[in-house]
């Protein structure tokens, strides 16, 4: 792993480019406490669960995502910026290693193996090779980059060390604060080294409730000391006389405190809560002044060394750079997902609209055209494994804009998306539900597979069970054909995919497809081609079946992804096109009939859990993954020449193909090229309508290629130069 950039063009191949269009980071990790961590006025970095985002300000003072670090394989636990050279940032991990990295370069710089696991991080500000961390066990250590060695200043005692800060005015003192509620302050000198114990009593305080959630060192004092319980006690401290000076009981909701840094004797506490920020003078007891500046509760709250811009991450995750002293935001992210996101669906009704369902148990509805956060729902019932879209029109009293939700807790939540609430929890399984899928025919239906061996059928208008099918092992893909009627397919624990026929009455299931050596993860109908499906397993291998075969219905076996294989998803226009997302990180973009593997993406850090198109775009690809981040990207480059024959006015027949035809023709070459989906041929029928050429123009363009902020204004504006009207934007 490494440091990645963003906007990369993969590949060389013209046939089958993919361009990154759009990218939204992940949402602010809620795991752990120093997730967050400033290099100077005009730099900042946090953590989602697996990689590093860092932002600078770019040349119109804005602040922008600049690197995406991904070199951790399992959960990071703290950020640190090197405080006198804004290349360097620390990072730790539940791997048991420090790591640093050169952000200005792009690369990974050094690593430190530790014998235990640490959980916090802070950089000296007065010897820039000195880092020191605290462990899970509650010992403090402090590691010497340059000379590859430390040295112990705190014993291990069987209670974490939550957070380590250096003195900025006092070289060698450190303080520390523990799970159980306890503060310490060291000098490192080996000579004058001492422990300054700060044990307040906590009375009928829960013990999870007691531990120290930060440690503040005073800007303008050498020996001032701020300590912040979870919860809500605050206490000031002498570091030189050892007494507590103050003490402030806020109540539950402390989230964070920092000094500030233009006021002294002033401080700021965060809200967990609410994004309510209070000031606080050391002098009384009740805050000076409460400022609102989110709906959401934070997270963490620290400003960048000698400024009063505040860099704040909330318990939505997002992630924001707050200026106190103008009371205005100068940068706020979008509330991306906290954890890995399983699962991305476009909605039938608007190719712009894109849920999400993800390990944080929220389900995201997304703008494509802008990739803002629409809103948030969390239905409650665990984690999100996977979400499915009514088909448009609906029937059988749900509303058009329902969305099914698989859960982790084992019920399946209905949602109403304009209303943002539940609707109904249909209670068919006894565990983890690992996917569902709503009959495009029949709208009443849907259907589930879950860890109990069981696949169910049901209505969802009522929640009644139409059928029950019993696996002999766990039962996780299922998908229902465009083409033919309630035929269904599953995948299960035994490498096993089953046809069912619901057409039937009695023996639905009319086909057992065999050749996968290990559990089958996915299935996908094709949307072209009847009787043709994919599947995806545990084995590595991505099989495409053909139901009605007499012999083996094994049409193609493509290897390639080095783990298990997990997305899957069908081109809305071109038959032969298939693309796999696996746990080995990657996307790959198959030709089947070849079985072949066009073009490899490498951009995602770790597992690619879920892929999409909608066919009314089918040349925009998003992806989901266990880096936290959903992507989107443009394969407009694969059919370069049907757009330009489409521009140029060319017979719509040198744009389209018959299925069959598309099938036989051999090469996957731009000029081989030819669309086979219903929503081409519609185009080609509203382009015939068209009377003015911009118009034409908007209509191949929004289909080709993907949406974009500030198109439709464009497209207005071009239309009423066109006719000679004066537009006027409003």
């Known amino acids: 792993g490494g440091v990645l950039s963003l906007h990369r063009l993969i590949g060389p191949s013209v046939s089958c480019a993919m361009q990154i269009c759009s990218i939204v980071a992940s949402g602010v990790q809620p795991w752990n406490q120093q997730v967050c961590a400033t290099g ?92 020191a961390y605290g462990t899970e066990s509650g010992s403090v250590h402090i590691l010497d980059h340059n000379k590859k060695e430390s040295f112990l200043i705190q014993e291990s005692y069987g209670v974490p060390t939550k957070i380590v800060r250096f003195n900025p005015k006092v070289k060698g003192m450190i303080a520390v604060g523990d799970a159980d509620g306890n503060a310490y302050v060291y000098r490192t000198d080996p ?50 006389s050892e007494t507590e000076l103050k003490r402030i009981d806020m109540g539950s909701g402390l989230a964070a405190l920092s000094w500030l840094p233009s006021a002294p004797g002033n401080f700021i506490t965060a809200d967990g809560r609410s994004g309510v920020v209070r000031i606080w003078n050391i002098s009384q007891k009740t805050p000076m002044e409460m400022i609102r500046v989110k709906k959401s509760g ?19 995750g997002s992630v924001g750079v707050y200026d106190m002293t103008r009371r205005r935001w100068e940068f706020l992210g979008e509330p991306g997902h906290t954890e890995t996101i399983f699962d991305c669906q476009f ?28 809103d948030t729902l969390r239905p409650n019932e665990g984690v999100i494994y996977s979400v499915a879209w009514a088909p448009s029109p609906i029937s059988g009293g749900a509303p058009e804009d329902s969305l099914l939700c698989a859960s982790s807790n084992g019920p399946i939540v209905l949602c109403d998306i304009r209303r943002a609430q539940t609707i109904s929890r249909f209670t068919h399984h006894k565990d983890s539900v690992f996917r569902v899928s709503w009959n495009s025919f029949d709208r009443s239906l849907a259907a589930s597979c879950s860890r109990d061996c069981t696949c169910v059928v049901f209505r969802v208008d009522s929640g009644t069970i139409v059928q029950k099918f019993k696996f002999p092992k766990a039962a996780f893909g299922c998908d229902w054909s465009t083409l033919q009627r309630n035929m269904l397919a599953t995948g299960c624990q035994d490498g096993i995919v089953r046809i069912f026929d619901l057409n039937k009455k009695s023996d639905c299931l009319v086909k057992q497809l065999k050749g996968h050596t290990d559990r089958v993860f996915n299935t996908v109908w094709s949307p072209l081609l009847p009787n043709v499906l994919v599947s995806g397993s545990d084995d590595k291998t991505v099989r495409v079946w053909d139901t009605s075969r007499t012999g083996d219905p094994c049409v193609a076996v493509m290897h390639g992804h080095s783990e298990n294989v997990r997305a899957l998803v ?48 089918p040349f925009v690809l998003a ?41 036989a023709s051999p090469g996957t070459l731009p000029a081989d090229m030819h669309l086979s989906g219903n929503a081409s041929r519609n185009l080609g029928q509203r382009i015939k309508a068209c009377k003015s050429e911009i118009q034409r123009a908007q209509l191949i363009f929004e289909f080709f290629s993907p949406p974009c902020s500030g198109t439709r204004e464009m497209w207005n504006l071009a239309m009423s130069f066109e006719s000679g009207i004066a537009f006027i934007l409003t």
């Not at 909605?347 to 956060?373: H, I």
């Not at 521009?647 to 389209?656: D, F, H, P, Q, R």
Request: aromatic content about 12%; some cysteine; glycine content about 6%.
């Open 298 to 316: 934070f997270h963490s709250f620290l400003f960048a060394r000698g400024t009063e811009r505040a860099l704040c991450a909330f318990r939505d």
């Open 191 to 240: 000579i004058h080294r001492r422990r300054l114990q700060f044990s307040g009593e906590h009375p009928n305080v829960p013990k999870d409730e007691r531990s120290v959630l930060d440690v503040q060192w005073d800007p303008l004092s050498s020996n001032y000391l701020l300590v912040g319980l979870a919860y809500g006690s605050v206490g000031l401290y002498d570091a030189d």
């Open 623 to 663: 992806s989901t993954s266990r880096d936290t981040t959903l992507r989107i990207w443009s394969m407009e480059g694969m059919v370069a020449v049907p757009k330009m024959r489409a521009l140029l006015g060319s017979n719509w027949n040198t744009v389209v193909m018959g299925v069959e035809a598309a099938m």
């Open 40 to 131: 100077g006025p005009s730099r900042f970095a946090y953590c989602s669960s697996l990689a590093i985002y860092t932002y600078k300000l770019d040349a119109f003072n804005e602040f922008t995502l600049d690197k995406i670090i991904a070199g951790h394989k399992d959960r990071i636990t703290a950020l640190t910026w090197d405080p006198r050279n804004p290349r360097f940032l620390a990072s730790c991990s539940v791997e048991r290693r420090i790591s640093i990295w050169d952000v200005s370069g792009e690369k990974h710089f050094k690593t430190f193996p530790l014998p235990e696991m640490p959980l916090c991080l802070d950089w000296s500000p007065h010897a820039d090779s000195e880092i």
């Open 570 to 617: 069908w081109s809305p226009e071109l038959p032969w096109l298939v693309m796999s997302g696996s746990w080995d990180g990657t996307i790959r973009i198959w030709d089947f009939r070849a079985r072949a593997c066009l073009r490899i993406i490498w951009d995602h850090h770790a597992d690619v859990y879920g892929l999409a198109c909608h066919p009314e775009r």
């Open 347 to 374: 909605s039938p009704g608007d190719p712009d609209v894109l849920a999400t369902g993800s390990f944080d148990g929220s389900v995201k509805l997304w703008n494509t055209a802008t990739m803002q956060c629409m």
